[in-house]
Nanobody, 127 residues
Framework: VQLQASGGGLVQAGDSLKLSCVAS????????MAWFRQTPGKEREFVAA????????DYADSVNGRFTISKFNAKNTVFLQMNSLKPEDTAVYYC?????????????????????WGQGTQVTVSS
């Protein structure tokens, strides 16, 4: 299984970025996906998650109202639209996928509940 994340970069506070993650080779036909982020010396932090259908999502309080997670099932792609970026959003962002099958109504926030991980993409927000 490969999760290929892209879209990170260096922006100024208040700017927007859109991250993408393409999943290939997943053995299950349904699975939740999520974005996490991590800064040096800190644990990986939950950002957002989305159900297989895309009809259910969940956000960390720190990004709710600024970030939007979405997905395009036809291309096994999940997106993270990040608006009104703040310096504290600076981190390496990782996409993750459950092992599957998707459990209706469950969107885990714990990193250990996600089985597959992408390589990470750096987001740096300058003040």
């Amino acid at each position: 299984v490969q999760l290929q994340a892209s879209g990170g970069g260096l922006v100024q506070a208040g700017d927007s970025l859109k991250l993408s993650c393409v999943a290939s080779g997943h053995p299950s036909s349904s699975y939740a996906m999520a974005w996490f982020r991590q800064t040096p010396g800190k644990e990986r932090e939950f950002v957002a998650a989305i159900s297989w259908s895309g009809g259910q999502n969940d956000y960390a309080d720190s990004v709710n109202g600024r970030f939007t997670i979405s997905k395009f099932n036809a291309k096994n792609t999940v997106f993270l639209q990040m608006n009104s970026l703040k310096p504290e959003d600076t981190a390496v962002y990782y996409c993750a996928a459950e092992k599957g099958p998707y459990r209706l109504g469950l969107l885990p926030r714990n990193s250990y509940e996600y089985y597959y991980w992408g390589q990470g993409t750096q987001v740096t927000v300058s003040s």
